[in-house]
């Protein structure tokens, strides 16, 4: 069953900002909360290890030699 939710007090700077967002999106102020309020309420995504790969390679990130040395070193002393 749907409920009615209310925000008090929003700060007019921010309702400005909203009104602004809901009309670049085509959606009334409403339409426009309720869709922020779904998107927040989604459950988390799982990326794939495909999807992480992709990201770091995007990302240029790269492990440096003494980055491997130190864990190396860690697992040795274990």
Known sequence: MPVNLSIKNA???VVQRL???AARHHRSL???LLAILEE???PPRQLTV???LAE???LQLSTPAESAAM???DRDAR
């Open 30 to 32: 409403q339409g426009e």
């Open 11 to 13: 700060p007019d700077h």
């Open 71 to 73: 864990v190396r070193a």
């Open 19 to 21: 009104k602004a967002r």
């Open 50 to 52: 495909e999807e992480v």
């Open 40 to 42: 927040a309420a989604r």
């Open 56 to 58: 770091v390679r995007r």
